[in-house]
């Protein structure tokens, strides 16, 4: 007989459970997210205007463009943002990456992580 894994979560104890937990959620998927914003393949399709089995393909890659990325979660209603984080500093925003995945314009300062406003 099969466990299910509210169950299975239920019996560790409370940190090992939490622990679980947050290595979940580091783990979202493209496909997490579509159905966290409650939309279908098909929807997400029509406003990107590509076919469904182009979305279904993108949300089992490993590997895609960032103009790529910054348009399906565009799509979506959200905002993506690039976060470098490095030891002993703070988590630096990169903003200066070409809308769309054109190239152009030289190297900029990014913006310290705390600000919020992303270029397009």
Do not use: C
Not at 14 to 33: H, M, N, P, S
């Amino acid at each position: 007989m099969a466990k299910k894994l509210e169950r299975i979560m239920a019996g560790l104890p409370d940190k090992r459970r939490v622990k679980i937990e947050a290595r979940a959620d580091e783990l979202a998927t493209l496909k997490d997210l579509r159905q966290a914003v409650a939309q279908t393949q098909e929807k997400l399709a029509a406003e990107l205007g590509v076919g469904q089995d182009t979305i279904s393909r993108l949300e089992k890659r490993s590997d895609m463009l960032l103009s790529t990325l910054r348009r399906y979660v565009k799509a979506m209603g959200g905002e993506l943002e690039l976060v470098a984080r490095f030891p002993n500093r703070n988590p630096v925003v990169i903003d200066h990456l070409p809308p769309d995945g054109k190239a152009g314009g030289g190297a900029k300062k990014a913006r310290p992580a705390g600000s919020r406003k992303l270029a397009a």
